[in-house]
């Protein structure tokens, strides 16, 4: 089955503990993001990824790591998580980067509720 | 002013109703994406469009590309459509680098649909 996963699906965690959050995809996508939700906020983007070994920030980078050393993993990493970036976290992926004409599908993991206190 | 601009927020209907969610943007756009939101959370992707209008099952899709506009259609509503519908755009903007393809979210709009 096709699918983007995630873990962990939930998170609680002290302010400072470094975390890692996985996402993976079996769809052999090019192009993988990383959103938070927040409310009244919509998603955001933080990092993507064009391939392997080539990401960049999105709208809201503060705060987080990214690594794409693999086709199929996007690791979002929290070195030092503060409490507002307590939120729910998407990994999406689709085939390949947009055109400047055209588009894909995104498929997105089922998402990561992380608090932090 | 956000970008992406989804009316109404939220809305309730009764089973078997007829339901239109619409989205206004103000950017250029090469693709606007219809996307599902569970109260579980998972996010699926209903439709993508850059023209015209696409139907699958009971949901139809329709984008006007000179107003700026697209709406989401429910026919025959059932309670298991109950869920945040997001409307979100591919953007075309131009910077000092190059182009930039960012997808826009709106904020989406929540959706019960009553027995």
């Known amino acids: 089955e096709a699918q983007v996963t995630q873990n962990p699906r939930y998170l609680i965690t002290v302010t400072g503990k470094k975390l890692t959050v996985t996402c993976s995809q079996n769809m052999n996508h090019e192009y993988m993001s990383w959103y938070r939700q927040d409310p009244g906020l919509g998603l955001r983007q933080i990092y993507y990824s064009m391939n392997v070994e080539v990401t960049d920030k999105g709208d809201v980078p503060e705060g987080y790591k990214v690594s794409r050393k693999e086709k199929r993993n996007f690791p979002l990493i929290l070195e030092s998580p503060s409490p507002n970036q307590t939120s729910l976290y998407f990994c999406?992926?689709?085939?390949?980067?947009?055109?400047?004409?055209?588009?894909?599908?995104?498929?997105f993991g089922p998402g990561t509720r992380l608090t932090v206190t | 002013k956000n970008e992406v601009e989804q009316s109404p927020q939220n809305l309730t209907a009764q089973e078997g109703e007829f339901i239109t969610i619409n989205c206004s943007y103000s950017v250029g756009i090469s693709a606007l994406h219809w996307l599902q939101q569970h109260p579980g959370g998972g996010i699926v992707s209903l439709f993508m469009?850059?023209?015209g209008k696409k139907k699958h099952g009971r949901l139809i899709a329709t984008i006007n590309i000179q107003e700026k506009h697209s709406s989401l259609h429910i026919t025959a509503s059932h309670p298991r459509d109950s869920a945040v519908y997001i409307c979100a755009v591919r953007s075309l903007l131009m910077n000092y680098g190059g182009a930039t393809n960012k997808l826009i979210f709106g904020t989406g709009t929540l959706l019960a649909v009553q027995p």
């Open positions: 469009l850059s023209s």
């Open positions: 999406a992926s689709s085939l390949s980067y947009p055109g400047q004409a055209f588009d894909y599908e995104q498929y």
